[in-house]
Nanobody, 119 residues
Framework: QVQLVESGGGLVQPGGSLRLSCAAS????????MDWYRQAPGKQRELVAT???????DYADSVKGRFTISRDNAKNTVSLQMNSLKPEDTAVYYC?????????????WGQGTQVTVSS
């Protein structure tokens, strides 16, 4: 059973920083692409950042240059360093991984962590 547990959200002023972490279990972590998504009130969930098994990264245009995704395969964790935060970054942030079993692919999500950017 795949489990993803996020931590690190909170309230921060515009221009501030937060670091989110996600602890994964139930998968061979180093073999999986990991993502961070976010969902703001009244909006669709959107992909924020992706990191491949080899450490290649990709970002939504809205966060490029401000957010950094990283992974620690020894600790089975993926992190999202968020700098220069803006009010529009306010959302629930979710860790995500696609697992496979007998050719069946499953989207797995954490419980989410709230990030609020406000003065």
């Amino acid at each position: 059973q795949v489990q993803l547990v996020e931590s690190g959200g909170g309230l921060v002023q515009p221009g501030g920083s937060l670091r989110l972490s996600c602890a994964a279990s139930g998968i061979i972590f180093r073999l999986h692409v990991m993502d961070w998504y976010r969902q703001a009130p009244g909006k669709q969930r959107e992909l924020v950042a992706t990191i491949t098994q080899g450490g290649n990264t990709d970002y939504a245009d809205s966060v490029k240059g401000r957010f950094t995704i990283s992974r620690d395969n020894a600790k089975n964790t993926v992190s999202l360093q968020m700098n220069s935060l803006k009010p529009e970054d306010t959302a629930v942030y979710y860790c995500h991984v696609v697992s496979s079993f007998l050719r069946q692919k499953t989207d797995n999500w954490g419980q989410g962590t709230q990030v609020t950017v406000s003065s």
